[in-house]
């Protein structure tokens, strides 16, 4: 459902799509989509939509889209804040980190398969849900990896906080929140829970526990990092978009669906690969053999949470050899090259051979990683 004040302006509305979620002009490279999600929800009865000050019908073309990019600049800035001061209730905390989606690489064969990698950022606590979608290739960033001031860190300044307050009743959705007065009381009792669990995390880590423990007092209210590459998205989209799905998982999907509509997929020939964190610039310099190799090590770095950092195409080459030879292999599947039968599958991709199944499968002695 588009916010009202697209529909007051048929030209608005056109380019409104290119504040809302930057269109992949580059075909295929690296494509962000903002924060959709936040605005896209139906507003409480009785507040006002962010832009019912603002009269596009009564403007100028060519100001419409200034007017409406630089108000989405300044809402997308207060994202996490509460401007409300209560009596003997803290202001929630400014965090800046959000529903997003990027399509990392976006490739269709020569006859016809498409298949596409983003990256997405969404709350922790439905990472179940997520994983339960086996056509699915995914990893993401680890709590047993990242290193716990990090993570403690993270919590801190950027924590998850629900925006749906579902009112209890029957049944696994909620289909009206509480009232607007304990939305409030709601947040502050779940920040208490946060500064709760990063005190009890910070006392595990004074006593020497490992990561892979006392991250886990933290997960509620985490934002999650994932990359995902899929042939098969359409059930995916009807059952995450429904208004029967959680709220949180809803407003992922419907940013995952929209970037999948937006972007436009290169071509990829069969013995070309489909690349995911390869710029255009870079395949001039990395050896094309050493090319997928390098895909790979970029996608398994999300488990560490440093796609950021300075980029050396030999260590990423370096560190996909190595944890392939470990048997650890679930960032292989998101690099693949297509097959000359559309319809025939590679494991869960359909038209595309995934860099994984070029290789033997370690011994099961060895410990194989799924």
């Known amino acids: 459902m588009l916010p009202a004040w697209q529909t007051n302006n048929k030209w608005a509305k056109s380019m409104a799509d290119e504040v809302w979620a930057k269109p992949n002009k580059c075909k295929g490279d690296e494509m962000t989509n903002m924060n959709r999600a936040n605005y896209d929800r139906p507003e409480p009865e009785g507040n006002p939509l962010p832009w019912d000050d603002i009269d596009t019908a009564a403007m100028p073309a060519d100001q419409v889209v200034s007017a409406l990019e630089a108000r989405l600049r300044e809402d997308i800035e207060n994202i996490g804040r509460d401007e409300t ?13 959000a529903y997003e989606c990027k399509v990392l690489a976006d490739s269709v064969s020569p006859e016809g398969a ?18 339960t979608h086996r056509v699915f290739s995914r990893n993401s960033a680890s709590s047993r990896a990242i290193p716990i001031k990090k993570r403690i860190e993270m919590v801190k300044k950027h924590p998850y906080i629900p925006e749906y307050w579902g009112k209890l009743q029957k049944g696994m959705a909620a289909d009206e929140q509480i009232d607007r007065e304990l939305r409030q009381q709601a947040k502050e009792t779940w920040l208490d829970a946060r500064d709760h669990a990063v005190k009890y995390a910070e006392e595990l880590a004074i006593l ?12 509620p209210f985490l934002w999650q990092v994932a990359i995902i590459s899929s042939t098969e998205w359409d059930n995916f989209f009807r059952l995450r978009t429904s208004p029967a799905a959680q709220p949180e998982m809803r407003a992922i999907a419907e940013l995952m669906q929209e970037a999948h509509e937006i972007s436009v997929p290169n071509e990829v020939k069969p013995g070309e690969w489909h690349l995911p964190l390869v710029k255009y610039e870079e395949k001039q310099e990395i050896p094309s053999e050493d090319q997928p190799w390098v895909s790979a090590g970029r996608c398994a770095r999300v488990s560490y949470m440093k796609q950021e950092d300075e980029r050396d195409w030999h260590k990423d080459r370096d560190l996909c050899q190595n944890i392939a030879k470990m048997g650890h292999r679930s960032p292989l599947e998101h690099v693949a090259t297509p097959l000359e039968d559309a319809s025939e599958w590679s494991g869960n991709f359909r038209g595309w051979k995934q860099l994984r199944k070029t290789m033997p499968e370690p011994d099961q002695e060895e410990g194989a990683e799924a």
């Open 85 to 97: 001061e209560h009596d003997g209730v803290k202001p929630i905390e400014i965090y800046d980190r």
């Open 114 to 131: 498409r298949l596409t990698t983003m990256e997405v950022t969404f709350p922790r606590i439905i990472l179940a849900e997520m994983n």
């Open 208 to 219: 020497g526990i490992h990561k892979q423990t006392v991250s886990r007092l933290l997960e």
